[in-house]
């Protein structure tokens, strides 16, 4: 495997508050990495460390094995990102923004701007200035200057904000594309889950500065749990045949009866026919799978519980 951006026992702490404890990470070329947690929770300033924006209290980072410091700009050559809110220059347009952000990057390729405006869907908005742009086109722009140097990492602070729906789905096809078909390393962070369940192919969990969870995508739908949901004409008498037959139901919040039990989930028919049998026919059953935001809540949970 080639690891392209590491960090090891990463933290910041500000007089006496510690932002990020050694928080080790390792992406490979061509992932996409999902960094989530509650606001707060240490990623942003894990991203601006990386990024040499701000200096770690103790650890290291590294970019393509190459140790993060002020000193080494080269490093940065191949790096795209936006963090946070999109910066750039109200009074002049998109064209000229990204046309001086092309000079500060040191950028020579002639159709770059144009280039990275056609793949933003910004052409149109060229001339239009930046002050006067909506606030997903402001978005769009803040992408743009990131994919300008044709990065090799890319590193995503809040990406979809103020995109609408087919915004979101425009930019994870990019992003996808990307790392599939040219292999660029991707760092995002998002506060929208079942898009980063969607698009990351690993996920990690930052909570009170603390790197508490990682797992790869695939391994997600083992750690997601599946609840058997039943509505009958008769729940409460329904909910007694199965305390009987050896089940463990409740009665969930709208007043439908939910099993977690494996053998019941795996088995809905089972379940079906008994109810049928004594009496009481499911007029619905379902099996509903608990999405990654709600995994995220109940680990953070934990972690406090703990």
Known sequence: MNTVLQTKNLSKSYQGFQAVQDVSLKIEKGEIYGFIGLNGAGKTTVIRMLLGLIRPSEGTSYLQGEKVHLKHHHLWEKVGYLVETPHFYPELTVQENLEVYKKLRLLSHPDAVTNVMAQLHLTKYAQVKAGNLSLGNAQRLGIAKALLPQP????????????DPAGIIEIRKLLQKLAQDQGV?????????????????????????????EFESQELKQLLHQRLVIDTRHNQSALSKLSAAGYSPHLNKTGSIEIR??????????????????????????IEEEDLESYFLEVIKNEEGD
Do not use: M, Y
């Open 152 to 163: 090799e990492i890319l590193i995503l602070d809040e990406p979809v904000n103020g995109l």
């Open 185 to 213: 390393t991707i760092l995002i962070s998002s506060h929208l889950l079942s898009e980063i369940a969607k698009i990351a192919t690993k996920i990690g969990i930052i909570h009170q500065g603390k790197l508490i969870q």
């Open 261 to 286: 039990e494996s053998v019941a989930v795996q088995h809905p028919e089972n379940i079906s026919r008994l109810l049928v049998d004594v009496g009481f026919p499911p007029a619905q059953i379902t």
